[in-house]
């Protein structure tokens, strides 16, 4: 990763900080991801990053500002922002059920080049992607694991592709 988009990712969360005095701030470590139908992408995906949560209302829903590095699909090491909002869906003992979705940017040099070559019309979008997900956590305590699904280009034909991350609350 470039100094440059360090820099970036840097700002976004120093703009996001003032919130933080008024919010959760949780630390976070992508663990994996699943690429059914894909041999050639990889399933090894590490990361870490940094969120603030924050209540909105009283029924419990939240809504969350991430920032995160990690080794995309294609091995290479992405910066990721995501902002999205997840709600409380029913309780299990002391585990929490919670469902959300997030939308936000992410660096994909690889598969950028790879739209490129496909689509001619496709702008070049610096290797920036959007970025839309649907999760399903778990809550207890303090900790949350939670699984992410993006939707695969190829939809319906393909399944989603699923993302791992806990994340602790400070």
């Not at 949560?53 to 090491?77: I, K, M």
């Not at 280009?153 to 609350?169: D, F």
Request: hydrophobic share 40%.
């Amino acid at each position: 990763m470039s100094f440059i988009w360090g820099r970036r990712l840097a700002l976004v969360l120093f703009v996001c900080l003032p919130h933080a005095a008024i919010a959760d701030v949780y630390g976070l470590v992508h663990l994996r991801s699943v690429h059914p139908e894909e041999s050639d992408l990889t399933d090894r995906t590490p990361g870490v990053g940094v969120g603030i949560a924050r209540e909105l209302g009283q029924q419990g829903t939240e809504w969350f500002v991430e920032g995160a590095f990690f080794s995309n699909s294609y091995g290479e090491p992405s910066p990721l922002v995501m902002t999205g909002v997840s709600t409380p869906l029913t309780k299990i003992g002391p585990v929490e059920v919670r469902v959300g979705g997030a939308i936000g940017l992410g660096r994909y040099k690889k598969l950028c080049d790879k739209l490129m070559e496909r689509y001619e019309s496709m702008p070049d979008t610096k290797s920036i992607l959007p970025v839309v997900s649907a999760s399903l956590g778990l809550r207890v305590g303090k900790t949350d694991l939670r699984l992410s699904a993006i939707p695969h280009s190829k939809m319906p034909e393909r399944r989603p592709i699923l993302n791992i991350s806990l994340s602790r609350r400070f």
